[in-house]
T-cell receptor, first 116, second 114 residues
Framework: AQKVTQAQTEISVVEKEDVTLDCVYE???????LFWYKQPPSGELVFLIR??????QNEISGRYSWNFQKSTSSFNFTITASQVVDSAVYFC???FGAGNNRKLIWGLGTSLAVNP | ETGVTQTPRHLVMGMTNKKSLKCEQH?????MYWYKQSAKKPLELMFV???????ENNSVPSRFSPECPNSSHLFLHLHTLQPEDSALYLC?????????????FGPGTRLTVT
C-alpha cells in the first residue's frame, strides 16, 4: 500500500526553537518522489522541496533542512531558529507510479504554531 | 507574480444557487487539478485535466462540473450543493500529469453552503 504518515498533528514551539516535522511513507515502487508543502493561514499551498528516491543527499535551504532516509522510509523537515512567520500547516506528499498511472498522495499535515 | 490565481476567494451560496469557481495559471503548464480541503481530512483530489482532456474524476458528485477550455483555465461549476460541500477548493497546475514535477497551487476559494 502507498501511504504517507505525519504522526504529529500539532506542534507548538517558542520562537527561535528548532523544530522537526516527521514524515514516514510507504511505497512498493523503487522510483518515487517526495514533497513538502507549506500552507499558511491564507490558504495557498506553497511548494518547498521535491526529492527523488535516488537522491538521499540531505538538503539545506536557509533555515530549512530536509533529512531523507530510505532505510527508515522517512523524509523529515527541520526548521532551525523558528520564526512566527513559520506558523502554518505543513504537508508531506508522495508521488509514485509511472506514465499515466502516476499518483500523488498526501499526509494529513502538521500544524505548527510558533509563538513569540 | 502569482502563478495560479483563483476567483472568488470567498463564496457563500444557498443550496439552490448556481455558481462557478475560476482558476487561471500563468506558468505554461499543461495539467490542472481541482482539490477539496475539509477540516481534519486529507486533501481530496477531485478532477484532473491534462492537455485540456479530463483524465481523472474521483467519484465526485455530479453537482460539481468541471470545465477546461484551454490549458490555462479551469472552472468548477456548482449547482444544488449540500452543506457538507462547504470547504476550501484549491486549484493546482503542473507541467503535465506524467512528469515527476511538483504542483503549484492557487490561494483557494473558501466555499460556504447555507
Amino acid at each position: 500500500a502507498q501511504k504517507v504518515t505525519q504522526a504529529q498533528t500539532e506542534i507548538s514551539v517558542v520562537e527561535k526553537e528548532d523544530v522537526t516535522l516527521d514524515c514516514v511513507y510507504e511505497t512498493r515502487d523503487t522510483t518515487y518522489y517526495l514533497f513538502w508543502y507549506k500552507q499558511p493561514p491564507s490558504g495557498e499551498l506553497v511548494f518547498l522541496i521535491r526529492r527523488n528516491s535516488f537522491d538521499e543527499q540531505n538538503e539545506i535551504s536557509g533555515r530549512y533542512s530536509w533529512n531523507f532516509q530510505k532505510s527508515t522510509s522517512s523524509f523529515n523537515f527541520t526548521i532551525t531558529a523558528s520564526q512566527v512567520v513559520d506558523s502554518a500547516v505543513y504537508f508531506c506528499a508522495l508521488k509514485f507510479g509511472a506514465g499515466n498511472n502516476r499518483k500523488l498522495i498526501w499526509g494529513l499535515g502538521t500544524s505548527l504554531a510558533v509563538n513569540p | 507574480e502569482t502563478g495560479v490565481t483563483q476567483t472568488p476567494r470567498h463564496l457563500v451560496m444557498g443550496m439552490t444557487n448556481k455558481k462557478s469557481l475560476k482558476c487561471e495559471q500563468h506558468l505554461g503548464h499543461n495539467a490542472m487539478y481541482w482539490y477539496k480541503q475539509s477540516a481534519k481530512k486529507p486533501l481530496e483530489l477531485m478532477f484532473v485535466y491534462n492537455f485540456k482532456e479530463q483524465t481523472e474524476n474521483n467519484s465526485v458528485p455530479s453537482r460539481f462540473s468541471p470545465e477546461c477550455p484551454n490549458s490555462s483555465h479551469l472552472f468548477l461549476h456548482l449547482h444544488t450543493l449540500q452543506p457538507e460541500d462547504s470547504a476550501l477548493y484549491l486549484c493546482a497546475s503542473s507541467q503535465d500529469t506524467r512528469s515527476s514535477h511538483e504542483q503549484y497551487f492557487g490561494p483557494g476559494t473558501r466555499l460556504t453552503v447555507t
